[in-house]
């Protein structure tokens, strides 16, 4: 990809696309949500989001709970979206509150889906963010879309449960499944992996806790997620599912290197055993050729080139 990233995926989406269209994007303000906001702005759409009550509201910005099915339509009505893409959940595996975690991801995806499907203008697509977490600890060494699913968490289950339910109004709305892998970038929470691994040598640390250092992941941008995404929404390929990644996995030993190599120093790692999750996914490297065919080519970015984004944010 020639110049930055940025510049690359911005040039890649033709105001063309989403001209005279509207966007609505669920959990606007999560890290994702950001990304993607850019990504459809550049594309041409006029972009709406929802956030949680509580958040401050902005232009075309609306605080509404998921949960709140009155509110949500109200605001399904007022927005009249012709692409959808839902990217409010609880995004974190090693969350805590299991009740909230299948309140969100299953009974509010719910109903923003029978909301739309009731609504006066019918989305042209509707994206849902899954998640490569429902393939578990899957015996190949690259994972597609044909795996059987076997999640191993409750987060997990979570997001498997919403693409079954959803299942069941795909008959009224052309709704898209993304599996996205691990990705990063700025802006994400440092209770995620590589965050917190920027953060340490950010900061100049000589050590940091960690937990299982044989896991591998598969991880990407979250610029290119965004415009896969976006390129999704454009493709509307109703009624299927699609693992979003880069096709490689790296492993935290080379993650470590790798960010000692842009800090220009070695950290030492301590395994904290609190920190080892016994149902833990221990490797995660994904096939983005149905993606890719779907969608055309996808260039993911060096790892090192986001990672040293990150480092100098």
Request: proline share 6%.
């Amino acid at each position: 990809m020639s110049g930055t990233v940025t510049e690359d995926l911005a040039r890649a989406a033709s105001p063309r696309e989403g001209e005279g269209k509207r966007a609505l994007i669920t959990g606007l303000r999560g890290f994702t949500g950001h990304y993607m906001a850019q990504e459809l702005t550049a594309a041409g759409y006029q972009v709406y989001g929802t956030v949680l009550p509580g958040h401050a509201p902005g232009p075309n910005i609306f605080t509404v709970d998921l949960l709140d099915r009155a509110g949500l339509a109200a605001v399904i009505e007022e927005v009249r979206p012709d692409v959808v893409a839902h990217l409010a959940a609880i995004a974190f595996v090693a969350h805590t509150d299991t009740d909230q975690i299948y309140r969100v991801n299953v009974t509010g995806t719910r109903n923003l889906l029978e909301t739309l499907s009731k609504a006066t203008h019918k989305p042209s697509c509707v994206l849902l963010a899954s998640s490569a977490n429902i393939y578990g600890n899957a015996d190949v060494d690259v994972i597609d879309e044909s795996i059987p699913p076997s999640p191993a968490n409750d987060y997990a289950v979570s997001k498997l449960a919403m693409e079954y339910m959803a299942r069941l109004w795909m008959d009224k709305l052309p709704i898209v499944i993304a599996r996205p892998f691990n990705y990063t970038g700025v802006g994400q929470g440092e209770n995620f992996l590589l965050p917190k691994i920027v953060s340490h040598f950010r900061k100049g640390a000589r050590h940091i806790e960690l937990g299982n250092l044989a896991i591998a992941r598969d991880f990407s941008d979250v610029r290119m997620v965004a415009n896969c995404y976006r390129r999704l929404l454009a493709a509307a390929p109703a009624g299927e599912a699609f693992n979003v990644c880069s096709g490689r996995s790296t492993s935290l030993e080379s993650l470590i290197d790798m960010m000692s190599d842009i800090a220009g120093y070695r950290i030492e790692v301590h395994v904290n055993p609190a920190f080892v999750r016994a149902n833990d996914v221990l490797t995660l490297t994904g096939s983005n050729a149905k993606l890719a065919g779907k969608i055309g080519p996808i260039a993911p970015p060096p790892l090192a080139e986001t990672l040293r984004w990150m480092y100098q944010a």
